[in-house]
């Protein structure tokens, strides 16, 4: 057969197949999440989750649908011996789904893989120096989370300290590209004021914990902007009468980006 032939039918079926894949993938996503939500999955939501139950019907549906939507996108992958169960996954999608309440966005677009591993782990850098680790946030595409700190996370829901929240928000301040403590905001006359505010907040924080002193926000908070935004998250959804009472400025620029006040939720 005519080798010139060949390469223009190439050209012009590869177009088409690469389309009718596309087409068949989006209609079974589509399928997917309108299938109803499976009864398990909302037992697991109901017993892991606690803010579940204080949100209204409409926010209850989001998570329903942001958790739909997760667990079809994202690949999950249990590491170090650690088998994956609905629960796990469940659990980790149902928390991730709360930081995404009432914003109308996609279900953090640039997400891939999350990775899971029964309990700390131990990771190496470029100078073959270990370190151990609860979880991690990369902006490749990845989140890595210990299970059993997850689980501790959703046990006791008003104690400041959430590895899901705080890794899901590295990926929303990761989102613009970069980790800086600044995520996407909804309009650009949003940004003066968090900058000052989350700044004034980050050295103030800073020098509450260089001196000891006690603080509502978690000391790690001081380790730069990018952990202070996720520190601050944390302490947002798990100690929101604590954080306003204590930073109300910071607690208002959280609200807005947000878009929820857990304190409904106490």
């Known amino acids: 057969m005519d080798p010139v032939y060949l390469l223009t039918l190439f050209i012009v079926l590869t177009p088409l197949v690469i389309a009718g894949v596309m087409l068949n993938r ?3 996503r589509r399928r997917a999440l309108a299938a109803a939500f499976p009864a398990e999955w909302l037992m697991t939501i109901k017993r892991n989750i606690p803010p579940y139950s204080k949100l209204s019907a409409e926010m209850q ?15 999950f992958e249990g590491c170090g011996g650690l088998v994956l169960t609905d629960e796990i996954k469940v659990t980790i999608a149902a928390q991730a789904s709360l930081l995404l309440l009432n914003r109308k966005v996609r279900c953090y677009p640039n997400l891939y893989s999350v990775l899971v591993y ?13 370190s151990v680790r609860l979880g ?3 902006r490749t595409g990845a989140v890595v989370l210990a299970w059993d700190s997850v689980k501790r996370g959703v046990t006791n ?21 970069s980790g800086d403590g600044a995520p996407i905001l909804a309009d650009r006359s949003s940004y003066a004021t968090w900058a000052r505010v989350l700044s004034q907040e980050y050295e103030l924080h800073r020098k509450r914990v260089a001196k000891s002193k006690k603080t509502v926000l978690d000391a790690y908070g001081a380790s730069d902007p990018a952990e202070f935004f996720a520190v601050a998250s944390e302490t947002f959804f798990e100690k929101p009468r604590q954080l306003h009472r204590k930073h109300p400025e ?3 620029e959280l609200q807005k980006f947000y878009r929820v006040d857990p304190r409904e939720w106490v």
Do not use: C, M, R
């Open 61 to 75: 549906q989001q998570v329903q649908n942001y958790t739909q939507q997760f667990l079809h996108d994202k690949s």
């Open 250 to 252: 910071l607690y208002a």
């Open 26 to 28: 989006h209609s079974q």
């Open 136 to 138: 991690e946030s990369w």
């Open 157 to 177: 829901f008003a104690d400041g300290h959430n590895l899901v929240i705080h890794e899901f928000a590295h990926q929303l301040d990761q989102e613009d590209g």
């Open 118 to 130: 029964p309990s700390t782990y131990v990771v190496k850098n470029k100078h073959d120096e270990e």
